[in-house]
């Protein structure tokens, strides 16, 4: 079934030049792009993404780590892609990470992890209408 999912590419990605690798990286994966931009956190906007996790004792780093440059977004469409893009991310956790996914070649540490993506088609939905101001993507469709 074709989903749709949400990808980040953080700062510490941002800033080290890796963009270009990670795009080529999901279009070799097969993913199709649905809708792409470039923004910058604000504390609000931060906090409502990762509402989840207030309160945890990573929470204020995560913020001002995300609020320190450009993040890109990208909408991706494929059959199963909310799966499939956490498999080619990799673990949150270092120790975990695979060679050949994302967070394996370009994390540079828990936080610093270069990529978030989506933990469920629910998840998706949500992010997607946080960072692209809409509930209703319809009109990205191919
Ligand atoms: P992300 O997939 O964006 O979701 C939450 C983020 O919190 C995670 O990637 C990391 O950047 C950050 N983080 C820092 N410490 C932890 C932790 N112990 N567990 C989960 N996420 C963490």
Same mark, same amino acid.
């Given at each position: 079934?074709?989903?749709?999912?949400?990808?980040?590419?953080?700062?510490?990605?941002?800033? *080290?030049?890796?963009?270009?690798? !990670?795009?080529?990286?999901?279009?070799?994966?097969? /993913?199709?792009?649905?809708?792409?931009?470039?923004?910058?956190? *604000?504390?609000?906007?931060?906090?409502?993404?990762?509402?989840?996790?207030?309160?945890? @004792?990573?929470?204020? *780093?995560?913020?001002? /780590?995300?609020? @320190?440059?450009?993040?890109?977004?990208?909408?991706?469409?494929? +059959?199963?892609?909310?799966?499939?893009?956490? +498999?080619? !991310?990799?673990?949150?956790?270092?120790?975990?990470?695979?060679?050949?996914?994302?967070?394996?070649?370009?994390?540079?540490?828990?936080?610093?992890?270069?990529?978030?993506? @989506? +933990? @469920?088609? +629910?998840?998706?939905?949500?992010?997607?209408?946080?960072?692209?101001?809409?509930? *209703?993507?319809?009109?990205?469709?191919?």
């Amino acid at each position: 079934m074709k989903e749709k999912s949400l990808l980040l590419i953080k700062p510490n990605a941002v800033r *080290n030049k890796h963009i270009g690798h !990670i795009i080529t990286i999901l279009e070799e994966n097969n /993913f199709h792009f649905c809708a792409l931009k470039i923004f910058r956190f *604000n504390r609000e906007l931060a906090e409502h993404f990762y509402a989840e996790h207030k309160g945890k @004792s990573f929470f204020e *780093n995560l913020l001002n /780590f995300m609020m @320190s440059d450009f993040i890109v977004a990208i909408i991706v469409q494929k +059959d199963n892609a909310v799966q499939e893009l956490r +498999d080619l !991310i990799g673990d949150v956790n270092p120790e975990k990470r695979k060679p050949g996914t994302i967070r394996y070649l370009y994390a540079e540490g828990i936080t610093e992890n270069a990529v978030h993506a @989506s +933990d @469920s088609i +629910d998840s998706a939905k949500r992010e997607i209408g946080i960072i692209f101001n809409t509930e *209703n993507t319809e009109n990205t469709e191919k």
